[in-house]
């Protein structure tokens, strides 16, 4: 084996006794092995960037990849043996993992080419069209944000919006406030009015098969005693 090379903390590289070039890199706490065969000396096995997972075969510390396929098609278990990289490979993942933040939740104005939808398919020339990029990756926002995420429209763009805006998304949300948060408004509401508050209406599937109705209406509703209540009415 030759020297193991580190990037930055990016990735581990090496090249095996048989001439194929090894590369291991790590997103959020996964393991991904891009394997670089050397037809020269008749190794002939690539793949690029598969998801792998550090474990031990036979005493052996290797990276499992899988199944692949070599140069005749032929499908096998990719087993990658790290040589001692053990330690580091873990480094790598440990120093992937992406936490949470406090950092406000907006969303980037983007700008894109794409093909016109035809009858027949696609192939109507292109069209410039533009949506909403959060500027957090999903690991980095807290629950409350992963919460609001959810709500968001990405293809929906204020029309004031400009490319390069960036948007918070309580700008961007009708109600920017977690269910939790709503119920816990209507609670307190309830509580200095004396009256009833409700949270929610809608319409579900019917939740009796022994009555004859399709439909129920679900109202969600906060007491002035402190507790949330869900009533279903049958509509036949």
């Known amino acids: ?73 032929e499908r096998f278990n990719a087993f990658v043996p790290v040589d001692g990289r053990r330690e580091e490979i873990e480094a790598l993942r440990e120093e992937s993992v ?18 016109k939808p035809t009858l027949d398919g696609w192939g109507g020339g292109e069209r410039t069209v533009t949506s909403l990029e959060a ?21 929906s763009v204020p029309d004031d919006a400009e490319v390069g805006d960036e948007i918070a998304v309580d700008e961007l949300l009708e109600d920017p406030r977690t269910s939790e948060e709503r119920d816990q408004d209507a609670i307190e509401e309830a509580a200095e009015t004396g009256e009833e508050v409700v949270i929610s209406r809608g319409t579900t599937d019917c939740n009796d098969a022994d009555k004859e109705c399709n439909l129920d209406h679900v109202t969600r509703v906060a007491t002035p005693d402190g507790e949330i209540e869900t009533r279903r009415t049958h509509t036949y």
Do not use: C
């Not at 190794?43 to 899988?66: I, P, W």
């Open 1 to 73: 084996m030759t020297e193991t090379t580190r990037d930055d903390g990016d990735a581990v590289e090496w090249t095996t006794d048989q001439g194929s070039d090894v590369t291991v890199t790590a997103d959020n706490g996964r393991l991904f092995v891009t394997l670089d065969g050397s037809d020269e000396t008749g190794a002939g096995v690539s793949f690029r960037r598969q998801r792998a997972e550090l474990t031990t075969k036979r005493g052996t510390d290797v990276l499992d990849a899988g199944r692949q396929r070599d140069e005749s098609g």
């Open 135 to 155: 500027t957090k990756r999903r690991a980095e926002m807290t629950e409350r944000q992963k919460e609001l995420h959810r709500k968001v429209d990405t293809d």
């Open 98 to 115: 992406i936490e949470p933040t406090d950092e406000p939740l907006t969303y980037e104005v983007k700008e894109r080419t794409e093909q």
